[in-house]
């Protein structure tokens, strides 16, 4: 089946000033189903050239009408978005779920999260604003809260809607114009969002998109001198390119590099409440998730217990295509699925499995699969507990105090989230003082959820913070006016 016939835009064209155009390489990237293997459509090759004419259109769209756009304007503009993202909510989840196999009913939740940012971003675009400051007799201090201009966005393929919706919405609420350079294995979301903002009226050049290849536009669009802000999410190894890029230009960057975040179970547990959840925030979109728990440190008077309820859970766990709404789909592309494959089979070498779960019988022989797996009693400092696999893959680690989850759980480079599940109280605000991570869960766990919460980490999985009314203070910067008037 070719995904092309049901679209609404052109996904061989890329969106520079408002208008539709070829990219510069004539060389299609095929866009393929990780539920099948099949190829099923194909998007442009952007340039590094077609990266300068998107920053040239976002200089001028600043100048221009989008530039004079008043914040309550910005805000309606995203509202109308909002309402055309829930309106298409259904198209949006099936493309997405197509593109990176996620399954159906996960992909819905994104489109809808998509719509949650959009109206998040929208209702506080006009309530961002600077300050008086009392200063001495006779003069008058105050601040300004400005776009920084042109905006860099290099997003990923696990999340691409939620991740576009968070770092999009949040520059054009604050009044950037943006350029946003979507993974090459997960386009098509990208490409339907500038279909839909042009249609909302957002003015030419307030929004840019060009598809294509890291190594060429990534690295393009994070080095051009005169893009003034950069948002990137993805791995450490290209993070710290960005970070370099940026390092030259002096420009402030925005780096979410995923991380090894940990459940902490302690023995005073509702395990009830918290099983599902233990399991689920890693295998949702089959582990590809930033902030997946895929550490499970459990205290050594319940280890047994959770170990043996988890692997019940791990037991009925089904994985198959996308549109069958299994507990998990493929992962987005053979070489993520070589990935962690790798890392399983390096585990299973010298480790205990303690459950696994199912790829369906009839799951397509081209679909990207891979059987969820536990491993138990890891070693904190095992591999396997250190990097991240990025797949449907725990390690459960005991511990015996509070002092010991501490350890362990900060021992990795990463920090990111982390989850602490106990009832006491007195516990709870300890652990979440202690933790060298950017969110704390208590008793809940939310991998991708919360649009609300300010997200990001410390160490390897980087710096800044997005979604929340804080990402609105990192996509503007503040001018400081002290005027003497005696
Ligand atoms: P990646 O970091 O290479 O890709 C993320 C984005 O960066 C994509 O849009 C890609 O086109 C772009 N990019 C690649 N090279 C670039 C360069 N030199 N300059 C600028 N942009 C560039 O990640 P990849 O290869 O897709 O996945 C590898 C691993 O990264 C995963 O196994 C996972 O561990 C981690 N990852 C983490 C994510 C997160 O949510 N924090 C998301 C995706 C991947
Ligand atoms: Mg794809």
Same mark, same amino acid.
């Given at each position: 089946?070719?995904?092309?016939?049901?679209?609404?835009?052109?996904?061989?064209?890329?969106?520079?000033?408002?208008?539709?155009?070829?990219?510069?390489?004539?060389?299609?990237?095929?866009?393929?189903?990780?539920?099948?293997?099949?190829?099923?459509?194909?998007?442009?090759?952007?340039?590094? @050239?077609?990266?300068?004419?998107a920053v040239v259109a976002a200089e001028a769209a600043m100048e221009g009408e989008w530039g004079r756009?008043?914040?309550?304007?910005?805000?309606?503009?995203?509202?109308?978005?909002?309402?055309?993202?829930?309106?298409?909510?259904?198209?949006?989840?099936?493309?997405?779920?197509?593109?990176?196999?996620?399954?159906?009913?996960?992909?819905?939740?994104?489109?809808?999260?998509?719509?949650?940012?959009?109206?998040?971003?929208? *209702?506080?675009?006009?309530?961002?604003?600077?300050?008086?400051?009392?200063?001495?007799?006779?003069?008058?201090?105050?601040?300004?809260?400005?776009?920084?201009? +042109?905006?860099?966005?290099?997003?990923?393929?696990?999340?691409?809607?939620?991740?576009?919706?968070?770092?999009? !919405?949040?520059?054009?609420?604050?009044?950037?114009?943006?350029?946003?350079?979507? @993974?090459?294995?997960?386009?098509?979301?990208?490409?339907?969002?500038?279909?839909?903002?042009?249609?909302?009226?957002?003015?030419?050049?307030?929004?840019?998109?060009?598809?294509?290849?890291?190594?060429?536009?990534?690295?393009?669009?994070?080095?051009?001198?005169?893009?003034?802000?950069?948002?990137?999410?993805?791995?450490?190894?290209?993070?710290?390119?960005?970070?370099?890029?940026?390092?030259?230009?002096?420009?402030?960057?925005?780096?979410? $590099?995923?991380?090894?975040?940990?459940?902490?179970?302690?023995?005073?547990?509702?395990?009830? @409440?918290? $099983?599902?959840?233990?399991?689920?925030?890693?295998?949702?979109?089959?582990?590809?998730?930033?902030? %997946?728990?895929?550490?499970?440190? +459990?205290?050594?008077?319940?280890?047994?217990?959770?170990?043996?309820?988890?692997?019940?859970?791990?037991?009925?766990?089904?994985?198959?295509?996308?549109?069958?709404?299994?507990?998990?789909?493929?992962? +987005?592309?053979?070489?993520?699925?070589?990935?962690?494959?790798?890392?399983?089979?390096?585990?299973?070498?010298?480790?205990?499995?303690?459950?696994? *779960?199912?790829?369906?019988?009839?799951?397509?022989?081209?679909?990207?699969?891979?059987?969820?797996?536990?491993?138990?009693?890891?070693?904190?400092?095992?591999?396997?507990?250190?990097?991240?696999?990025?797949?449907?893959?725990?390690?459960?680690?005991?511990?015996?105090?509070?002092?010991?989850?501490? =350890?362990?759980?900060?021992?990795?480079?990463?920090?990111?989230? %982390?989850?602490?599940?106990?009832?006491?109280?007195? =516990?709870?605000?300890?652990?979440? =003082?202690?933790?060298?991570? !950017?969110?704390?869960?208590?008793?809940?766990?939310?991998?991708?959820?919360?649009?609300?919460?300010?997200?990001?980490?410390?160490?390897?999985?980087?710096?800044?913070?997005?979604?929340?009314?804080?990402?609105?203070?990192?996509?503007?910067?503040?001018?400081?006016?002290?005027?003497?008037?005696?």
């Amino acid at each position: 089946m070719k995904i092309a016939n049901s679209l609404w835009f052109d996904p061989t064209m890329i969106y520079i000033g408002g208008q539709w155009r070829k990219p510069g390489h004539a060389d299609t990237i095929p866009v393929e189903n990780p539920s099948t293997g099949e190829v099923i459509g194909e998007i442009g090759q952007g340039s590094a @050239a077609d990266v300068d004419a998107a920053v040239v259109a976002a200089e001028a769209a600043m100048e221009g009408e989008w530039g004079r756009t008043p914040a309550v304007e910005r805000g309606r503009l995203l509202a109308r978005m909002a309402q055309m993202v829930l309106s298409r909510a259904e198209e949006l989840a099936y493309l997405e779920s197509t593109d990176v196999g996620k399954p159906m009913k996960q992909a819905q939740a994104d489109a809808v999260n998509l719509a949650r940012y959009l109206e998040f971003y929208g *209702g506080a675009a006009d309530k961002v604003h600077g300050t008086t400051i009392p200063y001495q007799e006779g003069f008058t201090v105050y601040t300004l809260r400005e776009p920084h201009g +042109v905006t860099g966005h290099i997003i990923p393929w696990n999340y691409p809607m939620q991740i576009l919706g968070r770092s999009i !919405g949040a520059a054009l609420a604050m009044g950037n114009a943006c350029v946003l350079k979507p @993974a090459e294995d997960a386009s098509l979301s990208s490409l339907a969002f500038a279909a839909i903002a042009a249609e909302a009226g957002l003015p030419a050049g307030a929004l840019n998109v060009v598809t294509g290849y890291g190594a060429e536009v990534g690295a393009a669009l994070s080095t051009h001198p005169d893009v003034h802000h950069v948002s990137f999410t993805g791995s450490v190894a290209t993070g710290r390119h960005i970070q370099e890029a940026a390092a030259k230009n002096v420009v402030p960057v925005t780096l979410e $590099l995923g991380g090894k975040s940990p459940h902490i179970v302690f023995d005073d547990v509702d395990l009830d @409440a918290a $099983l599902p959840t233990l399991v689920g925030a890693c295998m949702q979109a089959a582990g590809q998730t930033c902030s %997946a728990a895929s550490r499970v440190l +459990v205290q050594r008077g319940i280890y047994e217990e959770v170990r043996r309820r988890m692997a019940e859970v791990y037991g009925g766990l089904v994985v198959g295509p996308a549109p069958d709404n299994c507990d998990l789909g493929p992962l +987005v592309s053979k070489k993520q699925k070589d990935i962690v494959s790798k890392f399983i089979e390096l585990g299973k070498q010298d480790l205990t499995v303690a459950a696994e *779960g199912k790829i369906r019988d009839d799951a397509p022989a081209g679909g990207n699969y891979v059987a969820p797996v536990l491993f138990a009693d890891v070693s904190p400092d095992h591999r396997l507990a250190q990097e991240e696999i990025f797949g449907p893959v725990q390690v459960m680690i005991p511990f015996e105090d509070e002092a010991d989850a501490i =350890r362990i759980a900060n021992g990795t480079e990463y920090g990111l989230v %982390a989850g602490v599940w106990t009832r006491d109280g007195g =516990r709870q605000m300890r652990m979440a =003082r202690k933790l060298n991570v !950017g969110q704390v869960f208590i008793n809940n766990y939310g991998a991708g959820g919360g649009v609300e919460l300010p997200f990001g980490g410390v160490g390897k999985s980087g710096h800044g913070r997005e979604k929340g009314f804080e990402a609105l203070y990192g996509f503007s910067r503040l001018k400081t006016v002290t005027a003497q008037h005696g």
